[in-house]
């Protein structure tokens, strides 16, 4: 996508559309930020609008976008904290008005939706950002420059583990589950699709273009006509010969402690001279240092990472902030970059479709890789 930007060099006006859940992670970003000016905020609850505003007294709410756009209130870029299912619409439409866009992942379910959005973006020279808080998390990122500085030797491998669990953690509004179970009904189930974007961005994130997928994606009825998207096994292989793989499993009794989504989450990565582990993310299931790395017979522990997964979607989104100021550099994930990551999903459910077989993800046209 051609663009021309022009950076900000005063505070980024900003709204938030979408009040929900997620707005209590992404808008740490923007708290005591000399980079930006919340201007209002979007929500179709009333309640919300109420509840929120008393984070932002000065700004302006409304139930809906077309209300905004109508009210005269300037705006620089929007942060799209909507349902999955109108993302679609709802970008456009925000593009449409001339707004920069920060979009919760994942960024849409088929790719022809996907080149629409990109397509909205360009006619109207304005910048699409998917955001992505995982690569953001602490513990990860050293991970990632373990892995480049050649302490572990040569890669061999390495694989992440999640384990989906029914207990504990904050509480989650009907009405985001509600959604989820809609998108379910689409085949994007909450496990492969929508945390799964976080854990198939890591992997390219890591790595970088993949070649090849095999996948078998599982279903456990949890409640009648509810089926949840695990056991599943997926694995892969990357354009440079690395091999990983992601194992999925569901655990709905188990308790886990957590501050916010009760997942368990670990990543490993394999290299001829050593091992470098992430042992939890979202959740606080194991109790021990969140980075641990074995090299030339040592274990080194990392205690003082910021392993508050909270934190990485204040680092994004300052992330996202400064970039409209400085205009340079990646933006993690420009509109592009998603698509790759749609793309792997997209893949997975290809294989799996097909008994899983290997599926290149760049080979899905537009009209096989709808719902």
Same mark, same amino acid.
């Given at each position: 996508?051609?663009?021309?930007?022009?950076?900000?060099?005063?505070?980024?006006?900003?709204?938030?559309?979408?009040?929900?859940?997620?707005?209590? *992670?992404?808008?740490?970003?923007?708290?005591?930020?000399?980079?930006?000016?919340?201007?209002?905020?979007?929500?179709?609850?009333?309640?919300?609008?109420?509840?929120?505003?008393?984070?932002?007294?000065?700004?302006?709410?409304?139930?809906?976008?077309?209300?905004?756009?109508?009210?005269?209130?300037?705006?620089?870029?929007?942060?799209?904290? *909507?349902?999955?299912?109108?993302?679609?619409?709802?970008?456009?439409?925000?593009?449409?008005?001339?707004?920069?866009?920060?979009?919760?992942?994942?960024?849409?379910?088929? *790719?022809?939706?996907?080149?629409?959005?990109?397509?909205?973006?360009?006619?109207?020279?304005?910048?699409?950002?998917?955001?992505?808080?995982?690569?953001?998390?602490?513990?990860?990122?050293?991970?990632?420059?373990?892995?480049?500085?050649?302490?572990?030797?040569?890669?061999?491998?390495?694989?992440?583990?999640?384990?989906?669990?029914?207990?504990?953690?904050?509480?989650?509004?009907?009405?985001?589950?509600?959604?989820?179970?809609?998108?379910?009904?689409?085949?994007?189930?909450?496990?492969?699709?929508?945390?799964?974007?976080?854990?198939?961005?890591?992997?390219?994130?890591?790595?970088?273009?993949?070649?090849?997928?095999?996948?078998?994606?599982?279903?456990?009825?949890?409640?009648?006509?509810?089926?949840?998207?695990?056991?599943?096994?997926?694995?892969?292989?990357?354009?440079?010969?690395? /091999?990983?793989?992601?194992?999925?499993?569901?655990?709905?009794?188990?308790?886990?402690?957590?501050?916010?989504?009760?997942?368990?989450?670990?990543?490993?990565?394999?290299?001829?001279?050593?091992?470098?582990?992430?042992?939890?993310?979202?959740? /606080?299931?194991?109790?021990?240092?969140? *980075?641990?790395?074995?090299?030339?017979?040592?274990?080194?522990?990392?205690?003082?990472?910021?392993?508050?997964?909270?934190?990485?979607?204040?680092?994004?989104?300052?992330?996202?902030?400064?970039?409209?100021?400085?205009?340079?550099?990646?933006?993690?994930?420009?509109?592009?970059?998603?698509?790759?990551?749609?793309?792997?999903?997209?893949?997975?459910?290809?294989?799996?479709?097909?008994?899983?077989?290997?599926?290149?993800?760049?080979?899905?046209?537009?009209?096989?890789?709808?719902?």
């Amino acid at each position: 996508m051609t663009l021309t930007f022009t950076p900000y060099d005063r505070p980024v006006r900003a709204a938030f559309v979408g009040l929900g859940r997620i707005y209590d *992670l992404n808008v740490r970003a923007y708290v005591d930020n000399p980079d930006v000016e919340v201007v209002a905020l979007v929500d179709p609850s009333q309640e919300r609008r109420a509840q929120r505003q008393a984070d932002w007294p000065d700004a302006r709410t409304f139930a809906s976008t077309a209300e905004l756009s109508a009210s005269g209130v300037e705006v620089d870029a929007v942060e799209a904290l *909507l349902p999955i299912p109108l993302h679609v619409e709802g970008v456009i439409e925000l593009l449409n008005n001339g707004w920069h866009v920060n979009l919760q992942k994942p960024m849409c379910n088929d *790719l022809e939706s996907a080149q629409k959005m990109l397509e909205a973006a360009e006619a109207n020279n304005r910048v699409l950002r998917v955001m992505e808080n995982y690569i953001f998390y602490q513990p990860l990122r050293k991970l990632k420059e373990t892995v480049e500085s050649g302490q572990l030797g040569e890669v061999s491998g390495y694989h992440m583990k999640m384990v989906g669990s029914g207990q504990g953690g904050w509480d989650v509004p009907a009405s985001s589950w509600a959604w989820q179970f809609q998108q379910m009904q689409h085949g994007r189930g909450i496990l492969v699709f929508d945390d799964g974007w976080h854990k198939l961005a890591t992997a390219l994130w890591l790595f970088g273009p993949i070649r090849e997928v095999r996948a078998w994606v599982g279903s456990t009825e949890i409640l009648p006509e509810i089926k949840i998207d695990a056991p599943t096994t997926i694995a892969w292989e990357h354009d440079n010969g690395i /091999r990983g793989v992601w194992d999925i499993t569901l655990a709905p009794s188990m308790y886990l402690r957590s501050d916010y989504y009760t997942n368990d989450e670990r990543w490993e990565v394999t290299g001829q001279r050593g091992y470098a582990r992430v042992n939890r993310c979202t959740g /606080r299931g194991i109790q021990q240092p969140s *980075l641990e790395v074995y090299a030339e017979g040592e274990m080194r522990s990392y205690h003082a990472l910021d392993d508050d997964w909270g934190s990485s979607f204040r680092d994004s989104g300052r992330h996202w902030l400064r970039w409209l100021h400085e205009g340079d550099g990646p933006l993690l994930w420009s509109g592009d970059e998603a698509v790759d990551v749609l793309r792997f999903a997209l893949a997975v459910y290809a294989s799996s479709a097909a008994g899983g077989i290997g599926v290149d993800p760049r080979s899905l046209e537009l009209e096989v890789a709808g719902p």
